[in-house]
């Protein structure tokens, strides 16, 4: 790992932390995942918003008030709207990417979760994604959260993630280990 993308994540950890702790004190751990869910919206979805995290030309001041406003607006709890602005104030928005994703780590793991990373040919229905949550709880001992996302270059099949193991039953996988088992015979 390099080194500033090391401390970006050195921050993002601690504050990530003292965020869940605060959440644990005052019982709002849901509130800050809803919470977490709108900032990740916004992040994804605003350029003005990634530029006002990362731009050096707005001042300390210009976006500590423009967290202020977009926490009011998006209804922020107060814990994580203290702990953005907070963020602001030192210059540390940079890291806030990589806070939502070390805070929804810790969260998970709190609440006895792992997170599986799921790749499929087709969107899964529901009763799918829940019957395969419930394989992979047998499999790990912990709840799993599903993040789906689709690729139709697998034809067919699943590529599953949960934490460092992965297992890839694509038909694209296979069809590309036959190939290269061809060439060795030939």
Same mark, same amino acid.
């Given at each position: @790992? ?17 965020? %869940? !702790? ?8 849901? +509130?800050? =995942? ?17 530029? %006002? ?9 210009? /976006? ?8 009011? +607006? ?12 907070? @963020? ?7 890291? %806030?990417? /990589? ?8 969260? $998970? =793991? ?5 997170? $599986? !990373? ?6 899964? *229905?529901?009763? /799918? ?5 419930? *394989? ?15 690729? =139709? ?21 296979? %069809? ?11």
């Amino acid at each position: @790992m390099s080194e500033p993308a090391s401390i970006s994540t050195g921050i993002a950890e601690r504050y990530a932390t003292a965020i %869940l !702790e605060l959440a644990k004190d005052g019982k709002s751990i849901a +509130k800050i =995942e809803s919470d977490l869910d709108s900032l990740e919206s916004a992040l994804a979805d605003s350029d003005d918003f990634r530029a %006002l995290i990362s731009s050096p030309l707005y001042s300390r001041d210009q /976006q500590a008030a423009a967290i202020d406003a977009i926490a009011k +607006k998006m209804k922020l709890s107060p814990t994580m709207a203290n702990s953005v602005r907070l @963020m602001a104030i030192k210059r540390r928005l940079f890291v %806030l990417p /990589q806070l939502a994703s070390a805070l929804r780590g810790l969260i $998970a =793991e709190e609440k006895g979760e792992v997170t $599986a !990373e799921i790749t499929a040919a087709k969107s899964l *229905t529901k009763a /799918q994604q829940d019957k395969l949550a419930k *394989t992979l709880k047998a499999s790990v001992g912990k709840d799993v959260k599903i993040n789906l996302s689709v690729d =139709e270059s697998l034809i067919g099949g699943l590529i599953v993630q949960v934490g460092s193991k992965m297992v890839d039953t694509s038909i694209r996988s296979k %069809l590309h280990n036959l190939q290269n088992a061809m060439k060795e015979v030939g």
